[in-house]
């Protein structure tokens, strides 16, 4: 069963895991580069995701085409959008809120691995109806 807890506690590895790649590789370097080292350290850390992945879009009981993909879906609970930018531009926030609700997604984190900004972390409705423990 999924809780505040269980997110909670996932975010900070999750977290954990973008900061022993930040580490490891520096920084200046593009998106696909950190997102394909997160990815190995991931699994590395045995952590579940989906890299990628279409987002789904239903309106009226028909799947619309969008083109959405959210970088990774962690756990199947947990939107993770990558950047690697000098600012965060208010659309990415609106981009990973938008993953959030497509995909009923309770908590998402913006990672900019510019480390200017660092991270955001985000809840929703969602988050709120999970029990604490």
Not at 38 to 65: A, D, G, H, S, W
Not at 96 to 125: D, R, S, W
Request: aromatic share 12%; glycine share 4%; proline share 3%.
């Amino acid at each position: 069963m999924i809780t505040q807890k269980f997110l909670d506690e996932l975010s900070f590895n999750v977290i954990g895991a973008c900061i022993e790649v930040h580490r490891t590789i520096g920084r200046g370097l593009l998106e696909n580069v950190y997102h394909e080292c997160l990815k190995e350290e991931l699994t590395y850390r045995k952590i579940n995701f989906l890299t990628e992945m279409n987002v789904p879009l239903i309106y009226r009981n028909k799947e619309l085409n969008t083109n959405l993909k959210c970088d990774l879906f962690v756990e199947n609970c947990l939107v993770v959008e990558l950047k690697a930018t000098s600012e965060l531009n208010p659309i990415y926030e609106a981009q990973l809120m938008t993953y959030m609700k497509l995909l009923k997604a309770p908590k998402g984190i913006l990672i900019n691995f510019n480390f200017k900004e660092g991270q955001k972390t985000f809840v929703n409705e969602y988050f709120k109806l999970l029990p604490k423990f």
